[in-house]
C-alpha cells in the first residue's frame, strides 16, 4: 500500500499509504513497516484522547480524575477486534475417535490492515463533531464536522454511511431545506474524495471481485456458513464490542437519544455491508462501531450510577417547568420510540441465547437431547 499498487478497494483506503509515503520521502532510511508501526502507535494514542473527549461531553457526572482510566478503557473492545486471535469453530462438531474437536487458535497481524484502527478514531471523532453540531448548529461546527468528515472518507469509505447518522440525529432539528443542504454537502464531499481516488489510483483488479462490476468481494455465504456453528455464532457475539452491546440494551431508557440514534443510524448499514461484503471472521471489519457502542455503554451505566445515587427526582423551579417540558417533548417521543425498540430487541436476544442453548444441548447429545427427537419420530411414524 505504501507504494501504491495493492488491490482495489484496499489500495482506494489512501490516508494512511499517504502519511506513511510522506515520512518514508523525509527519512528515506526508515522501512515501510516501521512506519506504519508508529502511526499505529499514533492511532491508538488518539484513540483514547477521542475518548476521553466523549467521557467529558456525555459523562459530566463523573470525576475529571477518572475520566482518564475510564477513556482507556476503549482499548479493551477495540483491541478485542483488532489484536486477539480468532477462535474459530468448524461449521458443526466432530467427533473423531471420541474427541469432541472444537476450533483451533488463528492469529490475526496487526500492522496488515493499516486503516483499520484509524476507521475506529475517525468514526468516534466524526461522531462527536456530529454531536457538537447538534448541541449548537452553527457554519462554523458544520464546517469541523465536515473535515473530519472528509479524513474519515479518505482513511476507508464506511464514512459513508455517518451520513445517514447525521440525518437520523438532525432530521428533527433542521429545516427541510437545511438538512438536504448538509445531506447534499456531505454526498459532494464524499463523492469528489472517494470518486477522485477511484480514478487517479493505479489500484490493481480484485481476483476475488464478485458483486457486479464493483471491486467489492460477497462474502454472504460464506459469513452464514460460519455462523451455522452454535458455537461460534455464541463466542463471536461474547466478543463483539466485548459484550457493550448488553449494557446498551439493559440501561436503554438512560442512553442519550443522540447517542443512541448515532449507533442505530451508523451501525445498521454497517454491520449490514460488512455480512455482504466483509469476512465476518476477521472481525476488524466491523471495527469502526465499537467505539461508538462503547461510549453508548459508558454514558448508560454512568447515567444509570448518577439516577441510583440520587434520592428521588429534582424538580424544577415552576418558571422553568413549561420551558422544560415544550422543550423535551420531542425527546420523551424518541425515547419512547427508542424504548419500544431496545424491548424488541432485548426480547429477540433472549430468545436467540435460549435458541442458542438448546442447539448447544442438541448438538453435544446431552440430556434432555435424548429424549426430545423421540416424540417427533413417534409423530413421524404416525402419519406414514
Known amino acids: 500500500m505504501a507504494d501504491f499498487n495493492a488491490a482495489a478497494p484496499f489500495q482506494y483506503r489512501m490516508l494512511m499509504p499517504l502519511l506513511a509515503s510522506g515520512v518514508g520521502k523525509v527519512v528515506p532510511w526508515l522501512d515501510a513497516d516501521v512506519i506504519f508501526a508508529a502511526l499505529e502507535v499514533a492511532a491508538w494514542m488518539a484513540l483514547v484522547f477521542v475518548a476521553l473527549r466523549g467521557v467529558e461531553m456525555f459523562c459530566p457526572e463523573v470525576s475529571p480524575r477518572l475520566r482518564w482510566p475510564l477513556a482507556l478503557t476503549v482499548l479493551v473492545p477495540v483491541a478485542m477486534h483488532l489484536i486477539v486471535p480468532d477462535f474459530r469453530f468448524p461449521s458443526t462438531f466432530q467427533n473423531e475417535a471420541g474427541t469432541l474437536g472444537l476450533g483451533e487458535w488463528r492469529a490475526v497481524r496487526l500492522f496488515r490492515y493499516v486503516y483499520d484502527l484509524p476507521a ?34 479518505l482513511n476507508r469509505e464506511t464514512a459513508v454511511f455517518m451520513i445517514a447518522a447525521f440525518f437520523g440525529v438532525c432530521r428533527h432539528s433542521l429545516s427541510p431545506k437545511t438538512l438536504l443542504m448538509a445531506l447534499a454537502a456531505q454526498i459532494a464531499v464524499f ?95 466491523v471495527v469502526e462501531v465499537v467505539p461508538l457502542i462503547w461510549l453508548a455503554a459508558i454514558q448508560a451505566i454512568t447515567a444509570w450510577v448518577a439516577r441510583q445515587h440520587t434520592p428521588g427526582s429534582s424538580p424544577l423551579p415552576a418558571r422553568n417547568l413549561a420551558r422544560a417540558s415544550d422543550s423535551g417533548a420531542h425527546e420523551r417521543k424518541v425515547q419512547t420510540a427508542m424504548d419500544r425498540s431496545g424491548s424488541a430487541a432485548f426480547v429477540i436476544m433472549l430468545m436467540f441465547l435460549a435458541f442458542m442453548a438448546g442447539a448447544m444441548v442438541m448438538q453435544a447429545r446431552a440430556e434432555p437431547s435424548v429424549i426430545i427427537p423421540d416424540p417427533y419420530r413417534a409423530l413421524e411414524a404416525l402419519k406414514l
Request: hydrophobic share 55%.
Open 120 to 153: 475506529a478514531v475517525f468514526t468516534l471523532a466524526t461522531a462527536l463533531m456530529l454531536v457538537r453540531f447538534e448541541r449548537r448548529r452553527d457554519l462554523s461546527r458544520f464546517a469541523a464536522y465536515l473535515g473530519v468528515f472528509a479524513l474519515a472518507t
Open 191 to 285: 463523492v469528489a474524495i472517494y470518486g477522485g481516488i477511484v480514478w487517479l489510483a493505479p489500484a490493481m483488479e480484485n481476483p476475488h471481485a464478485s458483486v457486479g462490476a464493483s471491486e467489492y468481494e460477497n462474502h454472504l455465504m460464506h459469513n452464514l456458513a460460519l455462523f451455522a456453528s452454535p458455537l461460534y455464532l455464541l463466542t463471536y457475539f461474547a466478543r463483539f464490542s466485548a459484550g457493550l452491546y448488553l449494557p446498551v440494551l439493559l440501561l436503554r431508557q438512560h442512553l442519550s437519544p443522540v447517542l443512541g440514534r448515532i449507533v442505530f443510524w451508523y451501525g445498521l448499514p454497517l454491520l449490514a455491508s460488512a455480512i455482504l461484503f466483509g469476512r465476518l471472521v476477521e472481525q476488524r471489519v
